[in-house]
């Protein structure tokens, strides 16, 4: 019977003797709580200020989101809207890299558009050299004719190296070369320009005449506000500019778009 009685007791000497434990731990850590948040504090914002961002270009490259952000950017290589028919090797996000002249150039393209309710879509920048070899073997492959009837109905493609539409290099990957178009500013529809953005065939020239004058009009504006601001065409490419002084007119780059 005693021994009964003695043990709820002894539990509750127990209870009692933790909760003032607990207490005196707890109060013993109060004045250091504040401490150890400010040197949290200090700690994150010396991380914030020496990292990195997420994916850093190399010196004289960026994003054109960045700098000229009316552009509207479709990104085509990193999808499967493209005449390879899947995403291409070194596109891994939705985004354009250019060399900062180039983009810089582009934004004031851009700014001089938008007074006339109009702007651009930008298809293409900066290319790696690995996405031309990506180019290069898909245009080897015989068998693989899935893009054709978009992309090159009435052209061979066992003539796209002979006829110059693939290259074992591009001045994409020098980083000042762009394919673009023109888009109403009111809900981003792109202006009719004649053919679809990297359509093989001479229909797709700057100087092909057999077009409804509204197209060879777009055609015309763009190339001329293009050269305006620096650019020069590509006699074969009606959507294809590249910066006349452009900073790096001998150096192919291979890292990602990402």
């Known amino acids: 019977m005693s021994h009964t009685l003695q043990e709820p007791a002894m539990n509750q000497r127990l209870v009692t003797l933790r909760r003032r434990l607990s207490w005196r731990v707890i109060a013993s850590l109060l004045p250091a709580i504040p401490r150890a948040r400010a040197l949290l504090a200090l700690w994150l914002a010396l991380l914030a200020g020496f990292s990195l961002p997420a994916h850093a270009l190399p010196e004289g490259f960026v994003y054109l989101s960045d700098v000229a952000p009316r552009v509207l950017i479709d990104a085509r290589y990193a999808g499967s809207d493209n005449f390879v028919g899947r995403p291409v090797d070194g596109y891994r996000a939705n985004t354009v890299i250019l060399t900062r002249p180039a983009a810089e150039a582009l934004a004031a393209v851009s700014e001089e558009l938008a007074a006339f309710g109009l702007g651009l879509k930008v298809f293409d920048g900066y290319r790696p050299q690995r996405a031309v070899n990506h180019f290069v073997r898909w245009a080897a492959d015989p068998a693989d004719h899935s893009t054709k009837p978009r992309h090159y109905p009435n052209v061979d493609k066992a003539h796209l190296f002979r006829d ?61 506000v293009m050269v305006r601001h620096g650019f020069r065409p590509l006699k074969e490419e009606w959507w294809h500019f590249t910066l006349e002084n452009e900073p790096y007119p001998d150096t192919y780059f291979d890292f990602p778009v990402e």
Not at 200 to 216: H, I, K, T, V
């Open 164 to 224: 110059g539409y693939i290259a074992e290099r591009s001045g994409h990957s020098r980083g000042s070369t762009v394919d673009v178009t023109l888009v109403d500013l009111k809900d981003g529809t792109e202006l009719p320009m004649g053919t679809p953005f990297d359509y093989f065939g001479p229909e797709s020239w700057p100087s092909y005449a057999n077009l409804p004058a509204e197209q060879r009009a777009f055609r015309a504006l763009l190339q001329q």
